[in-house]
């Protein structure tokens, strides 16, 4: 049994309500038309969803373009290291051959403190790459890579400042 449907019509100007029950070709005219506004609507959603990505994205790299990108500066203890000094191969952690770049500014680091494969300026030493670890750099204490054992022993023990370039 079939309950009969009913429309309301609000008339604004008398502030009152008409009720009146409606036919079965108003019912589904009144079902497409509510089909067809639902499909209208999420067509809209769809759209503006796609729209707003679009706009996230394009807001993003505007950003990336034009903020600066932020350096960070530690104080750190640096020592330096030659390959025979290390005991190892010449091959840092990151890969790079030193016995086929004996002139590479190359540090090590405590990777949680700079990340590898940084690229970093050190107070005295230069702009170098954080490309090794050691198992006595921990926390804010570096390594520089230097050719020759004299170079070790001039640079010695110091305190310096290390920034860690955002390239």
Do not use: C
């Not at 330096?80 to 191969?89: D, R, V």
């Not at 670890?133 to 305190?159: C, H, Q």
Request: proline fraction near 4%; avoid cysteine.
């Amino acid at each position: 049994m079939n309950k009969p449907i009913y429309t309301i019509v609000a008339s604004f100007l008398s502030a009152s309500l008409l009720i009146h029950p409606i036919s079965d070709d108003q019912k589904r005219e009144t079902n497409d038309t509510n089909i067809n506004n639902i499909d209208t609507i999420k067509n809209f959603q769809t759209n503006e969803t796609r729209k707003t990505r679009v706009d996230e994205k394009q807001i993003d790299v505007e950003q990336l373009n034009n903020i600066k990108k932020e350096e960070t500066t530690l104080t750190v203890t640096a020592t330096a290291y030659t390959i025979e000094s290390a005991g190892g191969s010449g091959i840092t952690k990151t890969g790079i051959n030193l016995n086929e770049n004996p002139n590479a500014k190359v540090i090590a680091v405590d990777p949680n403190v700079i990340p590898l494969h940084s690229k970093v300026y050190v107070e005295g030493y230069g702009y170098a790459i954080a490309g090794d670890t050691g198992g006595a750099i921990k926390g804010n204490k570096i390594d520089l890579y230097v050719p020759s054992e004299k170079e070790a022993f001039d640079w010695g023990v110091r305190t310096v400042k290390v920034t860690i370039l955002n390239s």
